[in-house]
T-cell receptor, first 114, second 113 residues
């Protein structure tokens, strides 16, 4: 089944404890991105990647890191999480970039930073 | 200039009624306007999309109306059903040097049985 898989679904952590949210897609998509969803603010893009080893900042990149060493994986790293990073996070992918392609989303990761 | 403004924030409609959600944008470089539907506990999923050279697109009960001069577009859900109850996001994409999706703030739709 074609899908974007995120792990974990739920995560509670404390301020300053490094964490990684994994994202993997099995559709051979070139484009991958991360979003955070907050009430009243919609979905905001954190980082995106157009292909392996090519990443760029979205609208809210502060406090986050990403890497794209393999085409299928695009982990989101929070080196020193803070309470304002408590949010619902989504990974998404599409076949290509810049071609009006459909985004496929994962099921989300609910992160709480205490 | 990269914002997409969406309204209303929430909407309650009777079964069989018409649901209308509106979005407005400022950046004329946007060249693709999708709508995503999100059910509780799920990620958003593409519902319908339109390009700026088309004024209307219909897929089943869902229609996008696009007004390029006013820089507005809207989603109409005809014969709304309880199963349509979800959060809807409009979005805009542009590829001027970067590839970005800009999402609206979302509309929570509840269709009463």
């Amino acid at each position: 089944e074609a899908q974007v898989t995120q792990n974990p679904r739920y995560l509670i952590t404390v301020t300053g404890k490094k964490l990684t949210v994994t994202c993997s897609q099995n559709m051979n998509h070139e484009y991958m991105s991360w979003y955070r969803q907050d009430p009243g603010l919609g979905l905001r893009q954190i980082y995106y990647s157009m292909n392996v080893e090519v990443t760029d900042k979205g609208d809210v990149p502060e406090g986050y890191k990403v890497s794209r060493k393999e085409k299928r994986n695009f982990p989101l790293i929070l080196e020193s999480p803070s309470p304002n990073q408590t949010s619902l996070y989504f990974c998404a992918s599409s076949l290509y970039w810049g071609a009006n392609e459909k985004l496929f989303f994962g099921s989300g990761t609910q992160l709480s930073v205490l | 200039q990269q914002q997409v403004k969406q309204s209303p924030q929430s909407l309650i409609v009777q079964k069989g009624g018409i649901s209308i959600i509106n979005c407005a944008y400022e950046n004329t470089a946007f060249d693709y306007f999708p709508w995503y539907q999100q059910f509780p506990g799920k990620g958003p999923a593409l519902l319908i999309a339109i390009r700026p050279d088309v004024s209307e697109k219909k897929e089943g009960r869902f229609t996008i109306s696009f007004n390029k001069s006013a820089k507005q577009f809207s989603l109409h859900i005809m014969d709304s059903q309880p199963g349509d109850s979800a959060t809807y996001f409009c979005a805009a994409e542009f590829t001027s040097g970067t590839y970005k999706y800009i999402f609206g703030t979302g509309t929570r739709l509840k269709v009463l049985a």
